[in-house]
């Protein structure tokens, strides 16, 4: 299964909130680990579950410019996932 349709969300989002501050960057590098991590090999349903929520949240908190809720989301879904954020 793809998954354009939130990849085309979170592009979105970064290019409309992409010149608003160093605290995006973070969230944006973020957000780039976590699109990393849908290509990781045999994700469970509930990985991409976890990864689904982590998205949603990490969205609404860069669209807020809440740094910290953003990083938080995506770091607690990684490792739901097998992975670690770099």
Not at 36 to 64: G, I
Request: hydrophobic share 45%.
């Amino acid at each position: 299964m793809r998954h354009t349709f939130p990849k085309t969300i979170v592009v979105s989002a970064l290019i409309g909130m992409g010149a608003l501050g160093v605290a995006r960057a973070d969230c944006e590098s973020d957000l780039i680990q976590l699109e990393q991590a849908y290509k990781a090999p045999k994700l469970t349903q509930a990985a991409k579950a976890a990864l689904d929520d982590a998205k949603t949240k990490a969205v609404s908190a860069l669209k807020k410019d809440d740094d910290a809720s953003c990083h938080k989301a995506i770091a607690q879904a990684l490792p739901k996932a097998g992975l670690t954020l770099k």
